[in-house]
């Protein structure tokens, strides 16, 4: 009753691991993504066992290989035939597995890295604009999963139709703040467009939790600094009567960017984050 793919990014610092998963199926999110940071990835689905999620993460925890994951936790299962699975782990190796009695279309593919699979599509068109959109595809391995995602659900995705989709991305101290390896956990639980949905909360993830590479500041000079004292004055805040990047106006924008929720974007100095000041530029009069 899904499409998904699991994928590993070995040239990021430090790696990642990820998820991004489509279906007719109410929060998919809450039952096929699985991953952990220095481990690997895995979708359990078709007439899922959540248990394969956990288990299979210990074993990859462990340093079992991808296959081996797959036919450990596919053997001891009596409905295994009803199954379907994709796995990566910890150095990139993948494996897919769709058992006899799924329901067509359903089928995988795999290759270095990446494993994508799907049951109830409207055909192999599927998982093939998936691999096709993802192997294409450049920037960072969230961008890519959902390409793969974008490219399967307008091959035609879930024959029975849309409702839920997921994106789910780890790596070491890739957390809010550093205090957790999930770098990415997006849901869209209920949608009529969960993909184009999914999507445009990416983009807000975007904004609000960057990736360093992504941060451009700005250095604040006498007429930008005139701009900022206009704008968050609008806005509301005490900027004081002062000239240049003096403490009200510092405090003003420190204070502006916490109430946004753009704190990952500030950097103490006579700076300021382009993104925050193209989000101030939209937000306030000038």
Not at 173 to 198: F, I, K, Q, T
Request: hydrophobic letters at 40%.
């Amino acid at each position: 009753m899904t499409f998904s793919i699991v994928a590993f990014e070995p040239d990021g610092d430090p790696p990642e691991w990820g998820v991004a998963v489509a279906s007719r199926f109410l929060a998919v999110g809450a039952v096929v993504p699985w991953a952990q940071a220095g481990a690997g990835a895995i979708a359990t689905q078709a007439f899922a066992n959540v248990a394969y999620g956990p288990e299979g993460l210990d074993l990859l925890e462990r340093g079992m290989d991808a296959e081996d994951v797959v036919a450990r936790l596919t053997g001891s299962d009596e409905r295994r035939d009803e199954r379907q699975v994709g796995v990566v782990d910890a150095s990139g190796g993948a494996a897919t597995y769709t058992g006899r009695a799924c329901m067509e279309w359903a089928g995988g593919r795999r290759g270095p890295g990446y494993a994508c699979q799907g049951n109830i599509l409207t055909g192999p068109e599927v998982v093939d604009a998936m691999v096709e959109a993802y192997t294409g595809a450049s920037g960072r391995l969230a961008a890519r999963l959902l390409a793969a995602l974008s490219a399967g659900d307008a091959a035609g995705g879930d024959r029975r139709g849309r409702q839920s989709a997921a994106l789910k991305v780890v790596r070491a101290g890739g957390g809010y703040g550093g205090g957790s390896d999930v770098a990415v956990d997006l849901r869209v639980d209920d949608h009529p467009d969960p993909v184009g949905e999914l999507r445009r909360l990416w983009d807000l993830h975007n904004l609000y939790q960057p990736a360093p590479g992504d941060l451009a500041f700005v250095d604040v000079d006498d007429g930008l600094a005139r701009e900022l004292r206009t704008r968050l004055r609008a806005a509301g805040y005490e900027v004081g009567s002062g000239e240049g990047y003096d403490t009200a106006l510092r405090d003003a924008l420190f204070a502006f960017v916490g109430v946004e929720n753009l704190e990952e974007r500030w950097r103490e100095g006579p700076v300021i984050e382009r993104a925050v000041l193209q989000h101030l530029r939209r937000h306030s009069p000038g």
